[in-house]
């Protein structure tokens, strides 16, 4: 029986020739469409790694400068500074914000741009990549998030409120392990090398880890505090990341907020255009 099917197989040898091919690249062209999507899906599956059930972002523009009420003195980087904070405080007062936090740069947790650089850990020659997002300090940043304490570090308000030295930073516990190969927080120490200069920085704290984007594994993160930030360089990337209170609901406070935004954040020339909920921004990065 098994010689009369390997002579009909051998009969049919051009015909199974072309089925075989055919299998092959069907397999072929399964795997690269199916493999991505099923990695995909299985990362969209994790947990975020902070919360943002409760978690909004709004949008804050410049006027443009034949808007009516523009101020052409109001332009300079202390003017919009003051305004952007003003407008920061009126959030907070809102009787529905738990926390606000501002939100000056294209990096942040869920956004489409991306920042990272090389960081070597201290007694060590191995460069490692990891995620830039920059905070600015004793502005409630981590709170507002919702990003857990990593094991061995102070609590994430008091890493909101440490007065941070110019070499100072946070690491999330996966670039802690990357670079170190311990999760534990121990006050570790890498520099950072820019063309000829070296910059030696102190790990102040830890976060766990979380996702930067909701369809990719959680990748390590630097946490990089702004002591002097200039205003003027991220005009087209100015935010206000708004942590909503317990037992409230965010449709109904999209639904009374928008307007009393629309009508109250207004400061010198800036003024709040937009609101949406961070479970409509991730889809959006989803979508993109």
């Known amino acids: 029986m098994l ?37 995909v899906t299985y990362n ?32 300079d980087s202390a003017s919009l500074m003051q305004a952007y904070m003003s407008i920061v405080e009126r959030t907070r007062q809102y009787p529905d914000v738990k926390n606000a936090t501002p939100i000056v740069s294209f990096a942040y947790p869920c956004s489409v741009g991306s920042s990272s650089s090389s960081l070597t850990a201290e007694g060590d020659s191995t460069d490692f990549t990891v995620m830039n997002i920059s905070f600015w300090p004793h502005t409630n940043f981590f709170e507002t998030y919702g990003f857990r304490q990593g094991k061995g570090s102070m609590a994430v308000n008091q890493l909101s409120d440490y007065t941070f030295s110019e070499s100072d930073i946070i690491l999330t516990e996966d670039a802690i392990e990357g670079m170190f190969h311990t999760k534990t927080y121990n006050r570790q120490r890498c520099w950072e090398v820019e063309g000829k200069d070296t910059t030696y920085l102190s790990v102040v704290g830890t976060v766990k880890p979380f996702k930067y984007a909701n369809d990719l594994r959680p990748l390590p993160i630097a946490f990089i505090p702004e002591k002097n930030p200039n205003i003027l360089d991220h005009l087209e990337d100015i935010h206000i990341a708004v942590r909503i209170k317990d037992g409230v609901s965010m449709e109904r406070f999209m639904h009374d907020f928008k307007p009393w935004m629309l009508s109250n954040m207004r400061a010198g020339n800036l003024y709040a255009r937009n609101i949406q909920s961070y479970d409509d921004l991730i889809s959006e990065g989803e979508f993109s």
Request: charged content about 20%; some cysteine; hydrophobic content about 50%.
């Open 44 to 75: 969209r599956q994790r947990p975020l790694g902070y919360d943002a059930d409760r978690l909004c972002m709004v949008s804050v523009a410049m006027l443009q400068p034949q808007a009516p009420g523009y101020d052409t003195q109001g332009a």
């Open 3 to 39: 010689k009369l099917i390997l002579k009909t197989l051998w009969s049919r040898r051009r015909n199974n020739g072309w089925l075989m091919a055919e299998l092959i690249l069907v397999a072929v062209l399964s795997w690269i469409i199916f493999d991505p999507v099923i990695v």
